[in-house]
């Protein structure tokens, strides 16, 4: 158990909507990233915030946006879904931002049909 | 060509084998991740690690920064470390990202 919690752990969505995936980090850590896995590949990046604003981001689109709160919970909204946004997103928590060890959630599985 | 490389792709080996994942990289380099995936997705952290070697029970990473290559070990294998282990490299100009390698799927048959 890593402290870091997702949810939902599954989702079906359609084509075109939009979704709303939520992540609470590890007590203490004030920094959460993003990455979507897709089937049979390593994670990719899509962005990190920071103690409330975006830190980093990845080769994502805009519709891919975030959100952090100030108990440094983070949600992850995708808008205008696409068949390829089907994949696993993966939540990690850290201490700080940087080079620190990361704490990862067990992920959203999404599926978009 | 991926930033991240490992070999191999899948391992099949016997209870009881010494087990070699390897895995190069193209960037410059704060430090490298060695993290485990179970089925159903969860990832663990195993080593973080910028120079030398790191143990941990039966598992033992390496890094040589020069050949930009690390190593992940694990002796005495045992099936419940069958799960796809992932190289991961925290990048020198972008520090707040992991570049992943694609995973390397071990079984360790009984």
């Known amino acids: 158990e890593t402290g870091v919690t997702q949810s939902p752990t599954h989702l079906i969505k359609t084509r075109g909507q939009q979704v709303t995936l939520r992540c609470s980090s590890q007590s203490g850590h004030n920094t959460v990233s993003w990455y979507q896995q897709a089937l049979g590949q390593g994670p990719q990046f899509i962005f990190q915030?920071?103690?409330?604003?975006?830190?980093g981001r990845g080769n994502f689109p805009p519709r891919f946006s975030g959100l952090q709160f100030p108990n440094y919970s983070s949600e992850l909204n995708v808008n205008a879904l696409e068949l390829d946004d089907s994949a696993l997103y993966l939540c990690?928590?850290?201490?700080?931002?940087?080079?620190?060890?990361?704490?990862f959630g067990q992920g959203t599985r999404l599926t978009v049909v | 060509k991926n930033e991240v490389e490992q070999s191999p792709q899948n391992l099949t080996a016997q209870e009881g084998e010494f087990i070699t994942i390897n895995c190069s990289y193209s960037v410059g380099i704060s430090a490298l991740h060695w993290l485990q995936q179970h089925p159903g997705g969860g990832i663990v952290s195993l080593f973080m690690l910028s120079s030398g070697k790191k143990k941990h029970g039966r598992l033992i990473a390496t890094i040589n920064i020069q050949e930009k290559h690390s190593s992940l070990h694990i002796t005495a294998s045992h099936p419940r470390d069958s799960a796809v282990y992932i190289c991961a490299v925290t990048p020198m100009d972008s520090n707040y990202q992991l570049i992943w390698g694609a995973g390397t799927k071990l079984i360790i048959k009984p």
């Open positions: 990690a928590s850290s201490l700080n931002a940087g080079i620190t060890e990361a704490f």
């Open positions: 915030y920071y103690r409330e604003e975006e830190n």
